[in-house]
C-alpha cells in the first residue's frame, strides 16, 4: 500500500493498475463457503496483503504521531514572547488603602488587579464574593459560577487546589505531587478573579469585613480587611487529636506537604536499614510503619507502602530489607473500612491478610513515642486492657478532623452555634446565625443543621390550615412535604415506609389519639427523627457537591438580581432561587493494593487489577484541569515502565 | 477505505469487488500529461477518494495509538507482584561488623546485600572499588564500567544524581526537578552495586579503608570503614565565597534542592508582591532578582526568570506586578559569558537589553544584606570606586567553587598537595601523594597538575639517549613526544607551530647556544610551558569526560588482572592499559530567553526559537536514562501547553 502511494505519479497509468491490484485481493480475507480451500499461492497472496495493511498501518500511526508531534512543536513556538508591559492603570486606592474596621486595618476595598483589563474594571461594580479556601467546596464554587456574575476574592493560604484522594499514592511516589495540584490562579482566571495568598483569622459581619492575616517577606504578619458582599467559608478542617499524647511524632495526610514528608520519610527509613552501621534490631524498627486509622486514607497508604515494597523496594534495596518489613494498621472499630459494606470490609482484610499487612482491629492508640506506638486491646474473655507497642519509625495518624482556628473563631461569634467541629449552617448552607444570605459554610468546616425541632413554630404556622393550633393528618401531610423540601437529609426518615409510614408516625406520637398533633406531641416526634438524621460525612464528595450547589445558587442569584435591580426591587433571597442542598452519595471507593473496593449503596464491587484500573479511571475523570489529567495517566504510566522513583528529594 | 474493513465477512464475494472499486479512482491523483482538465465530477470523485484515505490515515493513527496504550496497559499489569519474600541469605559479619582501623570503627567488609543473587555473590571475590560522589564524574564510571568487573559501592549523601545543566530551569518550574534527577540505586542496578547513603569524611590510605559518616534515625552520627582496592573520588566542590559577608542571604544553585527553594521563593516574592497590604516600595523590591555572576549558571537563571515574568506571570498575576519587574546581573568581569566568544557574549548582551534584564559589568559584589546587595564600580574616568545598592528579596550567587571539608582533608592529608582549590593528580587521574592506582579523584573536586618541571629528571633520564646530561635537539624531539603523551594538555603550546615551534623554543632557550640545553635550560623551559597551561574548568563535560575515561580503564585493568593473576603475574598499570587523560571539548552552550547560544570553539552559533530547540536537543541527548528523557519531553510540552505551574510547594 505504502508503495502505491509514494511513487504514484511517477508511473503510467497502466503501471499504477497493476500496483492497484492488491486491494482485491482483499477478497480472499474473506471466508466465503464456496471458496475453495487455501493453497500455498494464495496463502503468499493473503500474507502478502496483510503485510501491506499492516504496513500502511504503521505508517499511518507514524504520520499521526508525527503530525501530533509537529503541532505541538508549532503551538509551542507561539508560546514563546519578548512583548513589553507599559502603562498600567492601577487605581491609587489600591496602591494606599484606606483604613476603617474596628481594628482599624487597611481595607482592600480595591485591588492592583482591578483595572487590568475590561472584565476586571466591569468586575468592580459587581457585588464582591470572597471564598475563603482553596479545596473541594471552594474549586465547586469557582467551577459552577459564571465569569461576570461577582467580584470574586479568593483567600487562601495555599495557592493551589489538591486532588486529596490521591494523597496516599504520592506519599510513596506512585504519582508525582505536582500532578495532584491545580494552581488556584488559573482556575479563577476564567472568572477573571483574585488570589489573596493569607490566613482568614476573623469576621466582622456588621461591617462585612473578613479580617485576612498575611505574610510579608521580613515574616511579619499584617492584617487587612478584605470587604465582602457574599462569603464562602471552605477552610476545611484539622486532624482531630483524640487526646492522643505525642501525635507531634505522627505524619498527616492532608496536604501535598504532608505527603512529601512522609515520601522522604519512607524513603529515610530504608536508606539507614541498608546502612551497615545499622543493628537488626534498629533495622526492624525502622521498617515498621504504622497507621491508625481504617478508614479510606489509613488503608490506602497501607496498601501505598505494600506496594512500594513489593514493587521497587525489592528490586534496588538488600532483599533482606523487603523480608524486615512489617506494616500495621490500627483501628479502633472492629473492622477496617467499617463506613463500607461488610462484604468490603471483608475483601480487604482478607487481601491485606495474604498481603502481611497486620490488621490491629478494636484497638485504641494510647500514646505515640518517637520510636514506638502504644495501643491497648481489650481481652475478648476477661474484658481486662492489654497494653502493646509497636517499634517503629513512621506513624500516620489519619483518624477524625476537627476545626481549625478560624472556625472556631467563627462558631464563637454566633450565639447559636453549638456543634463542636464544625460550623452549622441551614439547609441552604447558610451560616446559622449570621445575617441571612451573607455568609455560607461548605465542605469539612460545616455541618447542616438536623434540627427539625427548631423549625418547629414556622412549620406549624404554615401547615395548620385551619388554625386550631393542632395538625391533622392533612396538615402533617403538608408538613412532611415542607419538612423534606426544607431538610432533605430528613427524607429517608419520612419517607422510608412511604405513606404508610407517615400515617404510622403520625397515630405513634399521636399519644392522646385525639387525631391530631398538639405542639408537645409534634415536638416529641419531630425531635426523634432530627435526632435519628446523620450529619455528612467529612469526605471531598460532599465538599464538592455543597461548593457546584452553592455556586449554582450563587449564579442564579446574580442573574436574577439584575433583574430585580431594573425594576427597583431587593435581591432575591435563597429560597427564592434554589431548594435545599440535597446530597446524593455517589458511592465510596478505595485503593487496596493492586485491587480496589467500590460501595455504591446497594451494589459492591471489588476485584483486582480491573477494579483498580477503573478506580483510576473514575479518580482520573474527577480532575479539576486537563493538565492534572494529563500528568496523572503520565505519572501511571512511568510507574508502570520504569518503576517509582526512588530518589529522596 | 474504513467501510471496505469492517463489514467485510458481512458481504457476498461480489459486493466487495464492487466496494473495492474506490481505490481505482487512485489513476485520477496521478496527473499525467495525456490526462483531460478535471471536470466538476472528477474532482468530486478525487476529493472523494482523498477524503477516504485521509479518514484511514485517521482510522490508523488512532489504531496505532491504541495499540500503543493496550500495549502499555498490558505491561503496565505485569508490573503489579504480591510474592513473599523467604528466606534471605546474609552472612553474619555484614550483621555484626568487626571493628577495627585507627579509629576502631566498624568495617563493612561485608554488605547485607552482598549475597542477593548469584552475580553479587560472585562478585564478593572482586576488587572493591568504592566511588565517593553520585556527579557526572561518578555517573561517567558507572556507565563504562562493566558488570563483574569490580564489587561496586557508591557513596553518597544524595541517593540520586542530577543533570546540573537544567537547574536553573527547574529553579522557574520550566522543567521539573524530578526530571533530572535519576536514583544512583538504579543506575548501580546494572553493574549489580550497591549503595551507601553517606558522606566521606577520612581516608586511611595506609590500610586502605575510608572512613563514611552515617545519619540514623535519631540524628546520632554514626561512622565506620570501608574497605577500598581502587578508591575514586568525585565528590564536587562547593561554591565559592569570595569572601563576600552576608552570602547567607543568597540562594546557590548546585542542588535540586537549591532550584527548589530559588522557584519557592520567586513564587513567594510574587504572591507577596500582589498582596494589598505590600507598599509600592516593598512591591518594587519583591520583583527585584539579583543574579551575581555572568557565567553560564548566572545568564540562564536571569534568563528564566525573565521567561517565567513574560509568559505566566503577566497572564495569572496582576499586570502591575510584571511591570515592576527588575533583573539584574552582576559581573565582575567586562562581559557576561566572558569564556565563551566575543560574539556570544554580544548576543547575549543585546539579547538581554532588549529584555530589559539589567546588566552590571566589571562591578564587585562587596556585601549582600537580606534586602540589598551592595556593588561598587570603578569611574572609568578618574578610577574613584563607587558603590551601589539594589534593594531585592532575590540574589543567587553563582560564581566560583571551593574545596568541600572531604577534598581538603583529602589533600591534607598528602606532603605534595598544594592546590587552594581541588586535588591535584596526575595526568592519569591519579591523586598524586597516594599509593599508585589506588586512589583516583575526578570532576569538580579534582585538578590535573600542570607542571612539568616536577618530571624533569624522568624526562632526561628518558630522553637522554646519550648519557651527556645534556639534551640535543634530537633528544628534545623525543622529549617533546614524552611530555604530549604523558601531559596532553601541555600538547598545544608544544604544538602550536609544530615543529618549527619545537626548533625555535629550543633555540629560544638554549641562552648558552651550545645546540643543547643543559638542566638549568630545561627547567626553565619546562617551568614556562607549564605555566601557560590552563586548568580545565569545573564544568560538567570535564567531569563527565574523566568519568568515561576512568570507568573505561578500570574496565581494562580489570580485563587484564584476571588473565595476569591465572600467570601468577602483578597486576598492570595504568600506564600499560590507557594512555593519559585527553579532554577534548564539544563546545559550550547557553540559554538566554527563548534563545540559545553554542561556542563550538572556532564556530559560534546562536539565534531564537530554533536555537533554543537546538539547545533543548542536546540536553535531551545527554540525560542519564529514558526515564528523565521522557520526563524532560513531557516537561516542555506541559509548559506549551498548560504554561508553567504557579503553584508554591
Redesign the interface.
Known amino acids: 500500500m505504502i508503495s ?1 502511494f509514494a511513487p ?2 511517477h ?3 497502466q503501471r ?2 497493476i500496483g ?1 491490484r492488491p ?2 485481493n ?2 480472499f ?4 463457503p464456496t471458496s475453495k480451500p487455501p493453497g500455498p499461492n494464495r496463502f503468499l497472496r493473503v500474507t502478502r496483503t496483510a503485510a501491506k495493511y499492516t504496513a ?10 508525527s ?1 501530533l508531534i509537529g503541532g ?2 508549532i ?3 507561539f ?8 502603562r ?1 492603570p ?1 487605581s491609587p486606592l ?2 494606599h ?1 484606606e483604613r476603617g474596621g474596628p481594628k482599624n486595618l ?1 481595607i ?1 476595598s480595591v ?3 482591578d483595572e ?1 483589563d475590561g472584565a476586571l474594571v466591569a468586575g468592580q461594580d459587581k457585588p464582591r464574593l470572597v471564598i475563603v479556601g482553596g479545596g473541594w467546596g471552594a474549586v465547586g464554587v469557582l467551577q459552577t459560577i459564571h465569569p461576570g456574575d461577582y467580584h470574586v476574592t479568593i483567600v487562601s493560604p ?3 487546589t489538591t486532588f486529596t484522594p490521591l494523597l496516599p499514592s504520592a506519599a510513596v511516589g506512585t504519582v ?3 500532578s495532584l ?3 488556584l ?2 482556575i479563577i ?1 476564567r472568572l477573571h478573579g ?5 490566613r482568614a483569622v476573623d469576621i466582622v459581619m456588621s461591617d462585612r469585613l473578613l479580617e485576612v492575616e ?5 515574616g511579619e504578619h ?3 480587611y ?1 470587604p465582602y458582599d457574599k462569603l464562602v467559608i471552605a477552610v476545611g478542617s484539622v486532624s482531630s487529636t483524640h487526646g492522643v499524647p505525642g501525635l507531634e511524632h505522627c505524619f498527616q495526610l492532608k496536604t ?2 504532608d505527603a ?1 514528608a512522609i515520601r522522604r520519610r519512607i ?3 530504608f ?2 536499614a ?5 543493628s ?1 534490631e ?1 533495622r526492624k ?2 521498617l515498621s510503619f504504622v497507621v491508625c486509622g481504617g478508614g479510606p486514607t489509613g488503608v490506602e497508604t497501607a496498601a501505598e507502602i505494600f ?1 512500594l515494597c ?2 521497587d523496594i ?10 524486615d518489613v512489617s506494616i500495621h494498621v490500627i483501628q479502633s472499630r472492629e473492622h477496617i473500612l467499617n463506613t463500607y459494606s461488610e462484604a468490603i470490609s471483608k475483601y480487604a482484610e482478607d487481601k491485606f491478610q ?3 499487612v497486620e490488621l490491629v482491629t478494636s484497638a485504641r492508640v494510647r500514646e505515640v513515642h ?2 514506638q506506638v502504644v495501643y491497648t486491646t481489650r481481652d475478648p474473655d476477661t474484658g481486662k486492657v492489654i497494653e502493646h507497642t509497636i517499634p517503629t ?1 513512621f506513624v500516620l495518624w489519619s483518624t477524625g478532623i476537627s476545626m481549625n482556628p478560624f472556625t472556631s473563631r467563627v462558631s464563637s461569634l454566633l450565639p447559636n452555634q453549638v456543634h463542636k467541629k464544625a460550623i452549622e449552617v441551614d439547609a441552604h448552607l447558610r451560616v446559622k446565625g449570621a445575617p441571612l444570605g451573607d455568609v455560607y459554610a461548605i465542605g469539612d468546616c460545616a455541618t447542616i443543621e438536623t434540627s427539625i425541632v427548631s423549625h418547629l413554630l414556622e412549620l406549624v404556622e404554615e401547615a395548620d390550615r385551619n388554625r386550631d393550633g393542632k395538625i391533622d393528618f392533612e396538615e402533617w401531610e403538608i408538613m412532611v412535604k415542607r419538612i423534606k423540601k426544607q431538610i432533605p437529609m430528613a427524607a429517608t426518615h419520612l419517607e422510608k415506609a412511604c405513606n404508610s409510614r407517615v400515617r404510622s408516625l403520625f397515630d405513634l406520637y399521636d399519644s392522646d389519639s385525639d387525631n391530631a398533633l398538639n405542639l408537645n406531641e409534634l415536638a416529641v416526634l419531630l425531635q426523634e427523627i432530627g435526632n435519628k438524621i446523620t450529619a455528612l460525612p467529612a469526605t471531598a464528595q460532599v465538599a464538592s457537591q455543597q461548593g457546584k450547589y452553592l455556586g449554582h445558587k450563587l449564579h442564579l442569584l446574580a442573574t436574577k438580581r439584575d433583574v430585580l435591580l431594573a425594576n427597583g426591587l431587593p435581591s432575591a433571597t435563597d429560597e427564592a432561587v434554589a431548594g435545599a442542598f440535597n446530597y446524593r452519595h455517589l458511592g465510596s471507593l478505595a485503593y487496596i ?2 485491587a480496589a473496593v467500590f460501595d455504591f449503596g446497594r451494589l459492591s464491587f471489588m476485584g483486582g ?1 480491573a477494579a ?2 477503573a478506580w483510576r479511571s473514575i479518580y482520573w475523570s474527577e480532575q479539576v ?3 492534572t489529567r ?2 496523572l495517566m ?1 505519572d ?8 517509582r ?5
Request: charged share 25%; aromatic share 8%.
Open positions: 502505491r504514484r505519479s508511473f503510467p497509468l499504477i493498475n492497484a486491494p482485491c482483499l477478497r480475507l474473506s471466508v466465503s500502511f498501518t504503521c505508517f499511518s500511526a507514524v504520520l499521526g504521531l503530525v505541538v512543536f503551538h509551542d513556538a508560546t514563546y514572547s519578548d512583548k513589553h508591559v507599559d498600567v492601577v489600591a496602591l488603602p487597611p482592600a485591588l492592583v488587579g487590568d495555599d495557592t493551589f508525582s505531587v505536582r495540584i491545580e494552581s490562579r488559573k482566571a483574585q488570589l489573596i495568598n493569607g498575611t505574610v510579608c517577606a521580613t499584617r492584617n487587612i478584605l501535598v506537604g512529601q524513603l529515610d527509613n536508606e539507614s541498608s546502612l551497615p552501621s545499622t537488626e534498629e524498627r525502622l506496594d513489593q514493587e525489592i528490586k534496588y534495596f538488600p532483599k533482606l530489607l523487603r523480608k495474604r498481603d502481611d518517637p520510636d519509625n493494593g493492586n487489577l483498580m484500573y484541569s486537563m493538565r494529563a500528568l503520565i501511571w504510566v512511568v510507574r508502570g515502565v520504569w518503576g522513583d526512588l530518589s529522596r528529594l
